[in-house]
């Protein structure tokens, strides 16, 4: 493990991977994809430079989904569990890891709400951090 470096895996433990930090963003994303993607009321991800990342195990049971008609939401995520992993975005250097799936808490807390407006009603509030209709521009 690189020095610095935080771990992670999906619920079975078949896909390890490891992410060298600093992050760019923590995002509480409210959109309908991430909410049916993940069957919470958002989803907590983290992005870096796909650089950053290493996988450590199990890379060869990763399936990956590229939503049909979508500029770039996919979801990577263990053949064998289901549960959601580190993916890389369609046509970019931007890798988004689930919150989740760290095994140690990030070094950073939320910055960010997007897709605010198309949260689900039920939905938690902004606990102050700002909202974005949309991707911010650095996405």
């Known amino acids: 493990m690189a020095e610095g470096s935080i771990q992670g895996a999906c619920l079975c433990g078949t896909v390890r991977f490891e992410i060298d930090p600093p992050f760019q963003k923590m995002i509480h994303c409210h959109c309908s994809r991430c909410r049916k993607s993940s069957g919470t009321g958002h989803a907590t991800n983290l992005t870096a430079d796909a650089t950053q990342l290493r996988w450590l ?9 590229e939503l049909p008609g979508a500029k770039a939401f996919g979801k990577w995520f263990c053949r064998h569990c289901g549960a959601p992993l580190p993916r890389v975005r369609r046509n970019s250097t931007l890798v988004v890891i689930p919150a989740g799936s760290l095994d140690a808490p990030p070094p950073m807390a939320p910055t960010d709400h997007i897709f605010w407006a198309s949260r689900a009603p039920w939905a ?14 650095s996405w």
């Open 57 to 65: 195990s199990g890379e060869d049971a990763i399936g990956r989904y």
């Open 124 to 137: 938690c509030g902004s606990g102050g951090l700002p909202t974005h209709a949309e991707y911010p521009d």
